[in-house]
């Protein structure tokens, strides 16, 4: 079967084509971005709602597949006003090609592509994005969620401590780049049993760069070295309860160097096998929810909608 997936949770509005033996056929995206200030829902939605028919028309011509035979769009969980314009996108090329139509869920199309892009059998899965911060296990035909932000994502610190030091959206690439030329200055470190808690960090670091106590540069390489370190914590510690020996890293922040090496470092010393998604598929994208389409085709489907807050622990694995 082939598949035509779109995305459009948050910032990107992307299109993809896939095949039901995991080949990608195409793979088109475009992203809002800003120069000052964070993503604003309306506006982020009206860069989709411009771009999507180019980005979905270069998704099909380059596939050069001349039958689709379903559309899979991502449900939730997002931002309603970018959800809806991935939800009309898919409608309208469903009715147009008259195929069937899929909702899938974002978080779940993440963890079951970091398994179709690495070697991990059954992992502790990591993930971290820009609004979601979990580490996760399937037990039963369900995701477990042993731990998880009690405030806001990872991704989502990064960029509203990037945002307090003019750095823009997004700004974790700027943050990784800028971190190579600091060094290390006291954060607070807040681990609560298997959970995290990262604004008052972000807080404190805006406050003193503020109040000129230390270098742009200095804040970059500490902001790093904490948040990843609490998460590599967290993450040891699931390993050591689920006696699981595979650790698997997925999401937009996937992309950050130092918090692959750290996580590898840890899973090394635990005799662990560490797997992170590719680069070109760590942040949202819709080759993930093409694939997540056909593993649940022909299974039970919830009503064609958005859903922002569906969490991916209300998901019966079916497929």
């Known amino acids: 079967m082939i598949c035509l997936g779109i995305e459009g949770s948050a910032h990107t509005i992307a299109a993809a084509v896939v095949s039901s033996k995991g080949t990608v056929l195409s793979d088109v995206r475009d992203m809002y971005k800003t120069v000052e200030g964070g993503i604003i829902p309306i506006e982020a939605a009206k860069h989709h709602r411009n771009v999507k028919d180019v980005v979905i028309k270069k998704a099909l011509e380059e596939s050069k597949e001349k039958k689709i035979d379903l559309v899979a769009y991502s449900r939730g969980p997002g931002l309603s006003p970018c959800l809806h314009v991935a ?4 409608k309208g090329i469903s009715e147009h090609l008259k195929v069937p139509l899929i909702g899938v869920n974002h978080a779940v199309a993440h963890l079951t ?15 971290v994005s820009g609004a979601n911060t979990q580490i996760i296990v399937l037990e039963n035909k369900r995701y477990r969620i042993l731990g998880e932000t009690l405030d806001t994502g990872l991704g989502n610190a990064l960029d509203k401590f990037g945002r307090g030091i003019g750095l823009g959206f997004p700004a974790g690439p700027k943050i990784e780049e800028l971190s190579k030329l600091g060094k290390y200055y006291k954060l607070p470190y807040t681990v609560k049993g298997m959970d995290l808690v990262f604004s008052g960090i972000v807080t404190k670091a805006i406050n003193d760069f503020k109040n000129k106590k230390v270098s742009k540069e200095d804040l970059c390489f500490s902001m790093q070295e904490t948040l990843f370190s609490m998460l590599t914590e967290v993450s040891e510690r699931a390993l050591a309860h689920t006696k ?16 692959v090496e750290m ?7 635990r005799n662990a096998r560490f797997f992170s998604v590719p680069l070109q598929y760590a942040g949202d994208q819709a080759v993930m929810i093409a694939w997540q389409g056909l593993l649940e085709y022909n299974k039970v489907r919830k009503h064609i909608d958005i859903y922002p807050y569906e969490r991916l622990d209300q998901i019966d694995v079916e497929w």
């Open 87 to 90: 939800l009309e996108a898919a």
């Open 113 to 127: 592509s970091g398994l179709l892009f690495t070697n991990a059998k059954d992992p502790v899965y990591i993930y």
């Open 244 to 259: 699981k020996d595979e650790l698997l890293l997925i999401g937009g922040v996937a992309a950050n160097k130092r918090l």
């Open 263 to 269: 996580l590898s470092i840890m899973c090394k010393e």
